[in-house]
């Protein structure tokens, strides 16, 4: 192929990935993705858990929260 | 909806909330743990092994007789057999074990037909296997990135596909309305890459493109190995971890989604700059220049993010070694990415190409951003997936310390060696006209230079041992009675 055939077959390439990217976007914000962002960043969170507000991870032995209980941890 | 008992089946999308794969937590974790375990076990051993190979190519500058006598281990082979086991055997088995990991946590969904996933990680590691084999024996191709020999990519090609297949199903299980922000990197990362993949070997091996092209080629993918699959996993990690281990949502999560598709739709064009003063015509280079000073968006909208998220907490994120690990990759993210676009402008990279301030840059990347975050990621998810403690503080005490400072002192020995090398090459004899120095002056004035990389390097090898040992004392532990049934550590009642 020549120079030009290669810069075409890329240029549609190129083009199919922004265009997949682009119907991505419309479908996430048709699907509401984008309504409500409050709520979406918690759904990192679980009540039941992991609770939003309090910290999940320490050094070995040295969680504050649980001082006699740290080293039993996991048993 | 009935639970879906086939393949076929369990493809038709689930994305119903709290449907009936919803799943705590910790049922969550325990269904990823074979994965998980076995990608952090085989992401580890490569680890280890890429960094020997890296000692060796790195001692090769200043003693260069150092293991002469035998091809396998000439330097042009190690030095091709640290990046490809670093790269495709260290990252991508890291990437693999972390990502699924967060993305099915994310899903609430309990994971199945893990076996598409298990089996697709077996053979990426025997071809990675082969593929290392290959180049220490002298198969190699020519290309970086792309150095395995023609009879292992397809093998590789092939587990990839698996691997992001199985990704994207999981996805279609989800049992949360939402798409948080790291689910949308992850899903980028594991659809693209394979096709990415595939396109490069073809138009590289199998049907080569020659001259400009090949090189193009060349760029393009080992750029989008970087942009389209390094960067998004480990954001995404970063947009996870950081929140969640704090306990405090993202600063803005407006703008972390804005940053995401920025990414999405501008990456893909910034490859090319890799050939500033190649024999490429001007306005490609151009393009790429133009996407490249783009990236500073999203780059600085993560930057604004995982500063705000953290401030205040600062001591309570010290106590966590994933936030250690995590926020040191994510600062340094943001570093490279601007040096990077700085190096970007031909008047800088005049100075910088092809020298050691490229491989300086490459370590700021792969190692101080995206395997930084890679170790916080592990840290967090190995006791999840165990029910089990770190047996040592200390030894991640050391971990952090001497691979925190070790790569910091790489890039900047290396960036500063690499800025004179520049100078020097580039430097003209106002009397002759003609170069001031000589190519092999030039190599010598770099011996101090090379040596440091190396002590660097001696420091980050102590770091890689003791994490090592804490894995595999981890892992050599015997699960106290009991635990099987116990939800995710550290949670209240656990
Ligand atoms: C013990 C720590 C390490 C040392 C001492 C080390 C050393 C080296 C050396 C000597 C080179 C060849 C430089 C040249 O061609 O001039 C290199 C290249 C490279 N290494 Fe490492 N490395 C280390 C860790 C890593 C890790 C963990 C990764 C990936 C996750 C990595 C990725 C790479 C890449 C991508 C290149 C190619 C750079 C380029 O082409 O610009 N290295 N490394």
Known sequence: ?75 | MSFPSTLTEAMSPTAEPKGDLWAKLSEVDRSMKVLGVFFIVCGLLWLMLGTVFALVASIKFHNVDFLGDSEFWTWGRVRSAHLNAMIYGWAFNASFAVAPWIMARLCRTRVRFTNIFLFGGIFWNIGVAIGVYGILAGHKVGVEWLEFPAYVTPIIAIAFAFIGVWVILLFRWRQTGHVYVSQWYFLAAFFWLPWLYAMAQIMIVFEPARGVVQALTNWWFAHNVLGLWLTPIAVGAAYYLIPKVLGRPIYSYYLSVIGFWALALFYNWAGVHHLIGGPVPAWVISAGTVASVMMVIPVIVVAINHHMTVVGLHREGWASPTIRFVVFGAINYTAVSLLGSAMALRSVNEITHFTHFTVGHAHHGVYSFFTMIMFGGIYYMLPRLLKREWPSAMLISVHWWTTAVGVTLMVVVLSIGGFVQGMQLNAIDPETETAAFEFMEVMRNMIPYTVMRSMTGVLITIGHVAFFINIVWMLLQRAAKGSDSKPTLLTPGA
């Not at chain 1, 976007?25 to 048709?30: G, I, M, S």
């Not at chain 1, 699907?31 to 507000?53: N, W």
């Open chain 1, 1 to 75: 192929m020549e120079f030009g055939g290669y810069i075409i077959l890329g240029a549609v390439f190129a083009g199919l990935l922004f265009l997949g990217a682009a119907a991505v976007l419309w479908w996430a914000y048709r699907d509401g993705q984008f309504s409500d962002l409050e709520t979406g960043s918690r759904t990192i969170f679980d009540d039941e858990e992991e609770p939003e507000g309090e910290q999940t991870d320490f050094f070995p032995k040295q969680n504050p929260e649980k001082p006699d209980e740290a080293p039993r941890r996991g048993e």
